[in-house]
């Protein structure tokens, strides 16, 4: 165990020194995000504000501005896209290099992930958290949320991130047989950003697509950590969303295995 941390333990110190290396861009990419963020909370506010009904989808007005900008912090930390980079290494034909290395190939880029993770929790998302906690208790008269919420969040936060990267690896296989996949990269953020609840939760879509939703693994990567950390999900039913995660990451990492065996069996590499 040892020797293995010692060995992929720099992909993430290297992905961190590469996020600060570039941090101007980073924290524009996070503006922008942060300003979409706020776009979605006077959307939402407009919503309650029309509605004759205090509780919309599950969730009263309050609920929903934490539920905003904890979706935000979320996803910021969750959805470390690992596909492009598996893109990029087809595209330049570093990945074959990778497979002569001593090293396994879809781990490597899941420490390069914790690494962006960490950074992404200590740079942005804590601070935003902060803010959240601060504004729900001074402006919204509501109290600090409960430690055993909190732990259990980050503990499903992990899982989503297992879940996001390990579904995110599977679908950058696709660059081994189209290549170029940065169309299809566009359109599986966007469609993400709506099966994940980044935009509307889950609870606001009709019922059948709502049950639909519960034997894919896209509401488990945004929609459950910020239903657990609103104090949505106890008892019985927060630890079935817990094994449910569970599972989620234990079948995508043998599915991942399984298509990984395929596309390296069809590589091919010109050239020296």
Request: charged fraction near 10%; glycine fraction near 6%; hydrophobic fraction near 55%.
């Amino acid at each position: 165990m040892k020797k293995k941390l010692k060995i992929y333990l720099p992909f993430a110190s290297n992905e961190l020194k590469r996020q600060l290396a570039y941090k101007g861009a980073f924290y524009l990419f996070i503006l922008v995000s942060l300003f979409g963020s706020f776009i979605n909370y006077y959307l939402w506010m407009a919503i309650y504000g029309s509605s004759e009904n205090n509780i919309l989808g599950g969730l009263t007005k309050n609920e929903m501005i934490i539920y905003v900008f904890m979706a935000y912090v979320t996803s910021s930390i969750v959805t470390i896209s690992i596909s492009d980079w598996v893109s990029d290494d087809v595209v330049k034909g570093t990945v074959s290099m990778n497979l002569i290395k001593p090293i396994d190939y879809r781990a490597s880029l899941i420490v390069r992930a914790t690494g962006d993770m960490i950074y992404r929790f200590l740079a942005p998302a804590i601070f935003i958290w902060i803010g959240v906690e601060v504004y729900k208790v001074h402006w919204l008269g509501m109290p600090f949320t409960n430690i055993s919420y909190i732990f259990f969040y980050l503990l499903s936060c992990i899982m989503s991130f297992l879940i996001y990267v390990l579904f995110d690896f599977c679908f950058g296989m696709i660059a081994f047989f189209t290549t170029y996949i940065f169309g299809m990269l566009m359109a599986k953020e966007a469609l993400l950003s709506f099966l994940t609840g980044q935009l509307i939760p889950i609870s606001f879509f009709p019922e059948i697509f709502q049950n639909v939703f519960q034997y894919l693994p896209f509401s488990s990567m945004i929609y459950t950590p910020v239903m657990i950390y609103l104090g949505k999900y106890t008892g019985e039913t927060l630890c079935f969303m817990l094994l449910r995660q569970l599972i989620w990451v234990l079948f995508l990492y043998i599915l991942g295995s399984l298509i990984w065996k395929k596309v390296t069996k069809r590589l091919v590499v010109l050239g020296g």
